[in-house]
């Protein structure tokens, strides 16, 4: 502070006009006055006429908002002369009616003003007027107040504030204000507000703990009391920050504060009968929260029966809704504090093993087989990481610095990288290995009848009808007629024991012919009414059951020789059977289904043919009833589960129940796969649980309370983690009762369960009565963090990480059914196998050139399938053939990922749609040769894999370098698009099908050069790339036709972690443009037509089938000989999405947001960033197709588009 000048008292008062107040307006006013005011301060001079000045303009500033909107407006110098002012005066009154002001503006205008206060150098100014203020003894009381109260509200804003602070020695200054003046409330407020803004940094928060301000604030608060309610709250608000610090924490533990908050916690909550001091309640329990970030404040917390405490207390809250943060922050504390508990399992790896033929050098694998036998890796090493000898608590000097850092880290930046550079990486030589591949380029069709005589059998005569939407079970075709052919139930009931008594029903299958002389009945499928007046047909083949089946075990019949596969056990309660002949006189209702134009694809008999020949690690002899039934959509719609209220937590009181009333749970191991000795438990009603049948994944379920069953999931093979696909059999189930099912080992920090995602269930005895169908099933879902702890070896290094719970309760619709549950619509390599053979023998060759080749064969011995599929040349003239091998290729893949099903019910619609008869499929065929890897996974799909194929690795982060005795389907599918490049016949798009288990809609990622750069924000070097922007056409073509295909959630951003998957691999290497991986929600749709639904299978076909029409569209669009691409299109530059984007995770790249918020706290969720999807608006000018469309000549639909 510069001191006064000797001429300081000569300056006498301005002479100014009596009518100068009222000649002037307002903001004429408040400008002349801060005019006057710098030329006092530019004089150096001081007199009454500075106090005379500020206090007119404090009046304008209390009263008037203008006045306090013009000293904050942009290019305004009204803060600079006060805060210059501020700085140089010594008169006391001037001092307080500037800070005065300064309050006034601050109090007033939100943020932007205290920004615009900081902006202006005020933190420091203000800091060194609090220096020079402290010297005074004693110091003025209403000027500390001011300066204390003005500094608590700019320090938030000021990201050096802490730093300032600690510099100017302003902590001590406050901290002994408030030890000298206990008593004076007046005074400790604000220096206790100030307190908790010094304390938001970690250095000051330790520093003003050895000084005794964790002590200090436990002599301010203390029991209930009707006094100083406000000191108390501030005081809290205090310590909770101060606690966080886990020096801090460790004193409080040591002075046995964690008693003390839970004494006066339980204190408050028995007076404060009429909940008006929730804030103080509150403030307890955050500083609890704080104090129980360390090991020792758990510890403590258990020790002084905190779980009972705080139990108990906030079911007393939960009557009063406006105590739910209370019973939030209450159920926080107890879930952090519930001791870690390791999995009760003997080893975290797979219980299946399969030695790999090479061991990788280097990554999971590599550790995993490097472990020493004796290693315990589900050992529990949770607290290991917070309780450190070494103060860990640096100060981050600019966190939103770090925030940037972080957020564009994974963005791929330099451009040499992102510029595709087509390379072979195999030799010529040595890619001729896949000549025989592609016969379509070398073939002379010289033995092939070239004109179609007659059509087959199962093609359509009426008018076709679009768009297609395949069937996924059991609708059979008439020959001559658009219907559906009569429901068929084929069932036996077994003949022995007395009427009513439940048998089970098997299958022993080899690999010979069923015999002819099986006995079969027909069951007609119970009314339905139908709006399409058509009826569905269902063949199920239920196979005699010979004798009784003692505790449901394997018996019956044995039909064939060699290796047996038996269909799991079977409750025909209830299920009445017909002669022979009758037929079914009712229909299902098909819900908006239109009629496919090719043949049924599921054949039950032809599935167990194929199960024979598939390889399992566990070598499985069963067959889950749906795979056989197989699975129709269900004539319903089937909404997005709507959340109810606190359901989260009242699911986490029921663990946290387990801890305080331990003799209430039973614990009881009732399904082992690691145990094959363990005993299933006899009694009636015990859940029996099994999964081993090809895809299922469940490794051991444990009886908890007597409707209550924990199960954890099988890790991936040669693997310690990716838990979260599950499809298991549950049976012995009774009539209204509720059952709850926790799966206890799943790895993501969120899911789409959290927002009305359900689990799917299939009912054997619904099938039986014609209802043949997976559907959403399960209330009071949700997915939750629980107090199970990974070990580091399955966290990756990392100590302290927790599973998370999937919850859901279930109500059977029948007594004694069998019922299945999946992650989602389970779809099995069999199931593959049994549909490109039904494919292979329906189609017609004069029509569709169909071939269904082997790629490679899989670790363990599977065939990976590779389908070619085009339209056969009008003849084998040269003209024609030589249009049949110059179409353009397409490349599709699939399934790369097991647990994504969805993506192969998409590949499903794609494939059907490829080979119907529709005139907009024939001239799709017509246009591409398409080749097609349904399956990029068999072993990971067989053996009930989430992630990864047998090698224990994630097969699309392989593509860089994929190794062919680890990933031959990897290798060899790169292959092909290698080949393809060698020869020039580098394909139009590539599309891998995926599904995303965080976000809705159906979207695709793709790589641009100059999206990934302007994500970067370096717009200089944005603007010098030039790039083709035809890889949005498809993305923007689906949006248009595809009711659940959303563009706003697309992205086409390349990032570092993605640089080995097919999308980048085959855009960079292969120099494929438009290559995409297409992500399909496993959840439902937010926008549309599907809106508010959860997604099905027969919405996944849609999506397939629409697919193809994108890609007819795309060659309408990009042809050179004909038309231009419509600007409304690819309006390229408007059509970027502005919103901002984070990278959420190692491999997600999306936008902010994804979900909407609960009521329920933000800390209370699964404990996830999951992002939320920001609905952009499309062009609402653009072209919307019609149904009709799909059916329209080619220059039709050429002419839709162009505009």
Same mark, same amino acid.
Not at 770 to 781: E, S, V
Not at 1003 to 1025: H, L, P, Q
């Given at each position: 502070?510069?001191?006064?000048?000797?001429?300081?008292?000569?300056?006498?008062?301005?002479?100014?006009?009596?009518?100068?107040?009222?000649?002037?307006?307002?903001?004429?006013?408040?400008?002349?006055?801060?005019?006057?005011?710098?030329?006092?301060?530019?004089?150096?001079?001081?007199?009454?006429?500075?106090?005379?000045?500020?206090?007119?303009?404090?009046?304008?500033?209390?009263?008037?908002?203008?006045?306090?909107?013009?000293?904050?407006?942009?290019?305004?110098?009204?803060?600079?002369?006060?805060?210059?002012?501020?700085?140089?005066?010594?008169?006391?009154?001037?001092?307080?009616?500037?800070?005065?002001?300064?309050?006034?503006?601050?109090?007033?205008?939100?943020?932007?003003?205290?920004?615009?206060?900081?902006?202006?150098?005020?933190?420091?100014?203000?800091?060194?007027?609090?220096? +020079?203020?402290?010297?005074?003894?004693?110091?003025?009381?209403?000027?500390?107040?001011?300066?204390?109260?003005?500094?608590?509200?700019?320090?938030?804003?000021?990201?050096?504030?802490?730093?300032?602070?600690?510099?100017?020695?302003?902590?001590?200054?406050?901290?002994?204000?408030?030890?000298?003046?206990?008593?004076?409330?007046?005074?400790?407020?604000?220096?206790?507000?100030?307190?908790?803004?010094?304390?938001?940094?970690?250095?000051?928060?330790?520093?003003?703990?050895?000084?005794?301000?964790?002590?200090?604030?436990?002599?301010?608060?203390?029991?209930?009391?009707?006094?100083?309610?406000?000191?108390?709250?501030?005081?809290?608000?205090?310590?909770?920050?101060?606690?966080?610090?886990?020096?801090?924490?460790?004193?409080?533990?040591?002075?046995?504060?964690?008693?003390?908050?839970?004494?006066?916690?339980?204190?408050?909550?028995?007076?404060?009968?009429?909940?008006?001091?929730?804030?103080?309640?509150?403030?307890?329990?955050?500083?609890?929260?704080?104090?129980?970030?360390?090991?020792?404040?758990?510890?403590?917390?258990?020790?002084?029966?905190?779980?009972?405490?705080?139990?108990?207390?906030?079911?007393?809250?939960?009557?009063?809704?406006?105590?739910?943060?209370?019973?939030?922050?209450?159920?926080?504390?107890?879930?952090?504090?519930?001791?870690?508990?390791?999995?009760?399992?003997?080893?975290?790896?797979?219980?299946?093993?399969?030695?790999?033929?090479?061991?990788?050098?280097?990554?999971?694998?590599?550790?995993?087989?490097?472990?020493?036998?004796?290693?315990?890796?589900?050992?529990?090493?949770?607290?290991?990481?917070?309780?450190?000898?070494?103060?860990?608590? +640096?100060?981050?000097?600019?966190?939103?610095?770090?925030?940037?850092?972080?957020?564009?880290?994974?963005?791929?930046?330099?451009?040499?990288?992102?510029?595709?550079?087509?390379?072979?990486?195999?030799?010529?030589?040595?890619?001729?290995?896949?000549?025989?591949?592609?016969?379509?380029?070398?073939?002379?069709?010289?033995?092939?009848?070239?004109?179609?005589?007659?059509?087959?059998?199962?093609?359509?005569?009426?008018?076709?009808?679009?768009?297609?939407?395949?069937?996924?079970?059991?609708?059979?075709?008439?020959?001559?007629?658009?219907?559906?052919?009569?429901?068929?139930?084929?069932?036996?009931?077994?003949?022995?024991?007395?009427?009513?008594?439940?048998?089970?029903?098997?299958?022993?299958?080899?690999?010979?012919?069923?015999?002819?002389?099986?006995?079969?009945?027909?069951?007609?499928?119970?009314?339905?009414?139908?709006?399409?007046?058509?009826?569905?047909?269902?063949?199920?083949?239920?196979?005699?059951?010979?004798?009784?089946?003692?505790?449901?075990?394997?018996?019956?019949?044995?039909?064939?020789?060699?290796?047996?596969?038996?269909?799991?056990?079977?409750?025909?309660?209830?299920?009445?059977?017909?002669?022979?002949?009758?037929?079914?006189?009712?229909?299902?209702?098909?819900?908006?289904?239109?009629?496919?134009?090719?043949?049924?694809?599921?054949?039950?008999?032809?599935?167990?043919?194929?199960?024979?020949?598939?390889?399992?690690?566990?070598?499985?002899?069963?067959?889950?009833?749906?795979?056989?039934?197989?699975?129709?959509?269900?004539?319903?719609?089937?909404?997005?589960?709507?959340?109810?209220?606190?359901?989260?937590?009242?699911?986490?009181?029921?663990?946290?129940?387990?801890?305080?009333?331990?003799?209430?749970?039973?614990?009881?191991?009732?399904?082992?796969?690691?145990?094959?000795?363990?005993?299933?438990?006899?009694?009636?009603?015990?859940?029996?649980?099994?999964?081993?049948?090809?895809?299922?994944?469940?490794?051991?379920?444990?009886?908890?309370?007597?409707?209550?069953?924990?199960?954890?999931?099988?890790?991936?093979?040669?693997?310690?983690?990716?838990?979260?696909?599950?499809?298991?059999?549950?049976?012995?189930?009774?009539?209204?009762?509720?059952?709850?099912?926790?799966?206890?080992?799943?790895?993501?920090?969120?899911?789409?369960?959290?927002?009305?995602?359900?689990?799917?269930?299939?009912?054997?005895?619904?099938?039986?009565?014609?209802?043949?169908?997976?559907?959403?099933?399960?209330?009071?879902?949700?997915?939750?963090?629980?107090?199970?702890?990974?070990?580091?070896?399955?966290?990756?290094?990392?100590?302290?990480?927790?599973?998370?719970?999937?919850?859901?309760?279930?109500?059977?619709?029948?007594?004694?059914?069998?019922?299945?549950?999946?992650?989602?619509?389970?779809?099995?390599?069999?199931?593959?196998?049994?549909?490109?053979?039904?494919?292979?023998?329906?189609?017609?060759?004069?029509?569709?050139?169909?071939?269904?080749?082997?790629?490679?064969?899989?670790?363990?011995? +599977?065939?990976?399938?590779?389908?070619?599929?085009?339209?056969?040349?009008?003849?084998?003239?040269?003209?024609?053939?030589?249009?049949?091998?110059?179409?353009?290729?397409?490349?599709?893949?699939?399934?790369?990922?097991?647990?994504?099903?969805?993506?192969?019910?998409?590949?499903?619609?794609?494939?059907?749609?490829?080979?119907?008869?529709?005139?907009?499929?024939?001239?799709?065929?017509?246009?591409?040769?398409?080749?097609?890897?349904?399956?990029?996974?068999?072993?990971?799909?067989?053996?009930?894999?989430?992630?990864?194929?047998?090698?224990?690795?994630?097969?699309?982060?392989?593509?860089?370098?994929?190794?062919?005795?680890?990933?031959?389907?990897?290798?060899?599918?790169?292959?092909?698009?290698?080949?393809?490049?060698?020869?020039?016949?580098?394909?139009?798009?590539?599309?891998?099908?995926?599904?995303?288990?965080?976000?809705?809609?159906?979207?695709?990622?793709?790589?641009?050069?100059?999206?990934?750069?302007?994500?970067?924000?370096?717009?200089?070097?944005?603007?010098?790339?030039?790039?083709?922007?035809?890889?949005?056409?498809?993305?923007?073509?689906?949006?248009?036709?595809?009711?659940?295909?959303?563009?706003?959630?697309?992205?086409?951003?390349?990032?570092?972690?993605?640089?080995?998957?097919?999308?980048?691999?085959?855009?960079?290497?292969?120099?494929?443009?438009?290559?995409?991986?297409?992500?399909?929600?496993?959840?439902?749709?937010?926008?549309?037509?599907?809106?508010?639904?959860?997604?099905?299978?027969?919405?996944?076909?849609?999506?397939?089938?629409?697919?193809?029409?994108?890609?007819?569209?795309?060659?309408?669009?990009?042809?050179?000989?004909?038309?231009?691409?419509?600007?409304?299109?690819?309006?390229?530059?408007?059509?970027?999405?502005?919103?901002?984007?984070?990278?959420?995770?190692?491999?997600?790249?999306?936008?902010?947001?994804?979900?909407?918020?609960?009521?329920?706290?933000?800390?209370?969720?699964?404990?996830?960033?999951?992002?939320?999807?920001?609905?952009?608006?499309?062009?609402?000018?653009?072209?919307?197709?019609?149904?009709?469309?799909?059916?329209?000549?080619?220059?039709?639909?050429?002419?839709?588009?162009?505009?």
């Amino acid at each position: 502070m510069r001191p006064l000048t000797p001429g300081f008292k000569q300056f006498s008062c301005l002479s100014l006009p009596s009518t100068w107040d009222y000649s002037l307006t307002n903001n004429s006013r408040i400008v002349g006055l801060l005019a006057q005011l710098e030329k006092i301060n530019a004089e150096s001079s001081e007199s009454d006429t500075a106090r005379y000045v500020t206090s007119k303009i404090l009046h304008l500033a209390q009263s008037q908002e203008k006045t306090r909107r013009e000293m904050t407006a942009k290019g305004s110098t009204g803060m600079e002369i006060l805060l210059s002012t501020l700085e140089n005066t010594k008169d006391l009154q001037t001092t307080l009616n500037i800070l005065s002001i300064l309050v006034e503006l601050v109090s007033a205008g939100g943020g932007r003003r205290v920004s615009f206060l900081v902006t202006k150098g005020g933190s420091q100014i203000l800091l060194q007027l609090l220096m +020079n203020a402290s010297k005074e003894s004693p110091p003025h009381e209403e000027l500390m107040v001011q300066i204390h109260s003005i500094l608590a509200k700019i320090g938030p804003k000021d990201k050096k504030f802490g730093v300032k602070a600690r510099i100017n020695g302003a902590l001590n200054i406050t901290l002994n204000l408030v030890k000298q003046n206990l008593q004076n409330h007046r005074l400790v407020l604000p220096c206790l507000q100030l307190l908790r803004v010094y304390s938001a940094n970690s250095v000051n928060s330790v520093s003003l703990g050895k000084n005794g301000v964790v002590e200090l604030m436990f002599k301010i608060i203390g029991p209930f009391s009707k006094k100083n309610s406000s000191l108390i709250k501030v005081a809290l608000d205090t310590l909770a920050a101060l606690l966080k610090s886990k020096t801090n924490a460790r004193r409080a533990v040591d002075r046995g504060y964690v008693q003390v908050l839970l004494t006066i916690y339980v204190d408050w909550h028995r007076h404060d009968n009429r909940h008006r001091n929730m804030l103080i309640r509150k403030g307890i329990l955050q500083s609890l929260k704080s104090v129980t970030n360390i090991k020792l404040g758990r510890k403590a917390f258990i020790d002084a029966n905190g779980m009972k405490i705080l139990y108990n207390t906030s079911q007393e809250c939960l009557a009063v809704r406006t105590l739910d943060p209370l019973v939030n922050t209450s159920s926080l504390i107890m879930r952090k504090c519930f001791p870690k508990n390791r999995l009760p399992l003997p080893t975290i790896k797979s219980s299946f093993h399969f030695q790999l033929p090479v061991i990788p050098v280097t990554g999971p694998v590599a550790q995993l087989y490097s472990l020493p036998p004796e290693v315990d890796d589900v050992v529990d090493e949770s607290d290991d990481n917070d309780d450190i000898d070494v103060e860990a608590e +640096n100060e981050t000097e600019n966190e939103d610095d770090l925030d940037q850092n972080f957020k564009n880290d994974d963005i791929e930046t330099d451009i040499n990288k992102l510029k595709p550079q087509q390379e072979l990486g195999r030799t010529i030589e040595d890619l001729k290995m896949y000549e025989h591949l592609f016969p379509e380029l070398v073939d002379d069709f010289q033995d092939y009848d070239l004109i179609s005589k007659e059509p087959k059998p199962f093609v359509f005569e009426g008018k076709v009808r679009g768009p297609i939407v395949v069937p996924t079970a059991g609708e059979e075709t008439s020959g001559n007629s658009g219907s559906l052919g009569k429901v068929v139930m084929k069932e036996n009931i077994p003949s022995r024991g007395d009427e009513g008594e439940k048998k089970s029903t098997f299958m022993d299958l080899a690999k010979e012919n069923i015999k002819d002389d099986r006995t079969l009945q027909q069951q007609p499928a119970p009314g339905f009414t139908a709006e399409t007046k058509k009826d569905c047909s269902l063949p199920l083949t239920v196979l005699t059951c010979a004798k009784a089946c003692p505790h449901m075990a394997a018996c019956g019949n044995v039909l064939f020789e060699g290796r047996t596969v038996q269909l799991g056990k079977l409750c025909c309660t209830g299920v009445e059977t017909e002669d022979e002949d009758t037929e079914s006189n009712s229909s299902v209702e098909q819900a908006s289904v239109e009629v496919p134009d090719g043949p049924t694809l599921h054949d039950p008999d032809l599935y167990i043919e194929i199960v024979k020949n598939t390889k399992s690690v566990p070598e499985y002899s069963e067959v889950a009833y749906p795979d056989y039934f197989g699975h129709i959509p269900p004539p319903f719609k089937e909404p997005i589960l709507e959340r109810p209220y606190g359901v989260q937590r009242t699911k986490i009181a029921q663990d946290i129940e387990r801890l305080i009333h331990q003799s209430d749970i039973i614990d009881r191991v009732v399904y082992d796969l690691d145990n094959p000795n363990y005993a299933i438990p006899e009694e009636g009603d015990i859940l029996k649980f099994n999964s081993k049948f090809e895809s299922g994944n469940l490794r051991k379920v444990i009886q908890i309370r007597k409707n209550e069953y924990d199960l954890i999931l099988n890790s991936d093979i040669n693997s310690n983690h990716y838990h979260q696909w599950f499809y298991f059999e549950v049976s012995g189930m009774r009539l209204g009762v509720a059952y709850r099912f926790n799966i206890i080992n799943c790895e993501k920090s969120n899911s789409q369960f959290n927002y009305g995602m359900q689990p799917l269930m299939y009912s054997v005895q619904e099938a039986l009565n014609g209802r043949p169908w997976w559907i959403r099933m399960g209330i009071d879902i949700c997915y939750y963090k629980n107090h199970f702890s990974r070990s580091s070896v399955a966290a990756g290094g990392q100590k302290g990480k927790s599973y998370y719970t999937i919850t859901f309760t279930v109500n059977f619709p029948h007594k004694d059914d069998v019922c299945y549950f999946a992650y989602h619509y389970p779809y099995t390599y069999s199931t593959l196998q049994m549909h490109l053979q039904k494919l292979e023998s329906a189609h017609n060759p004069q029509q569709i050139y169909f071939r269904k080749d082997v790629l490679c064969e899989t670790l363990s011995g +599977n065939t990976c399938p590779l389908v070619t599929i085009t339209a056969m040349p009008e003849s084998n003239y040269y003209e024609h053939l030589c249009q049949f091998r110059n179409r353009p290729y397409v490349f599709l893949s699939a399934r790369v990922h097991p647990g994504e099903t969805n993506a192969s019910w998409v590949m499903k619609g794609t494939l059907e749609y490829l080979m119907s008869n529709n005139p907009t499929a024939q001239s799709l065929r017509e246009s591409y040769i398409f080749k097609i890897v349904p399956m990029l996974n068999p072993d990971g799909v067989i053996n009930g894999n989430h992630r990864c194929s047998l090698s224990g690795e994630d097969l699309n982060r392989q593509w860089q370098s994929p190794n062919p005795d680890l990933h031959p389907t990897i290798y060899h599918a790169k292959g092909l698009l290698q080949y393809l490049a060698a020869v020039k016949r580098l394909p139009l798009v590539y599309c891998d099908y995926h599904g995303h288990s965080r976000k809705k809609n159906v979207f695709m990622y793709g790589c641009s050069i100059k999206e990934t750069v302007w994500r970067t924000n370096d717009n200089a070097t944005s603007c010098d790339v030039v790039e083709d922007t035809g890889y949005r056409t498809l993305p923007k073509i689906l949006s248009h036709i595809a009711p659940a295909f959303c563009m706003s959630s697309c992205s086409f951003v390349v990032e570092k972690s993605k640089e080995s998957t097919a999308r980048v691999v085959v855009w960079r290497e292969i120099g494929v443009q438009r290559s995409y991986t297409m992500e399909s929600t496993l959840c439902g749709c937010d926008q549309g037509k599907y809106k508010g639904l959860q997604i099905g299978t027969r919405e996944l076909e849609e999506m397939g089938a629409k697919f193809c029409v994108g890609l007819l569209r795309l060659k309408r669009l990009t042809s050179p000989l004909e038309y231009n691409l419509p600007s409304s299109l690819l309006d390229f530059e408007n059509d970027l999405i502005e919103s901002s984007c984070k990278v959420t995770s190692p491999t997600t790249y999306v936008l902010d947001e994804d979900e909407p918020r609960f009521l329920e706290e933000v800390d209370y969720s699964a404990e996830s960033n999951d992002e939320l999807d920001i609905e952009l608006a499309e062009n609402v000018g653009d072209y919307e197709p019609s149904a009709q469309e799909e059916v329209l000549s080619d220059s039709e639909l050429s002419r839709t588009y162009l505009p």
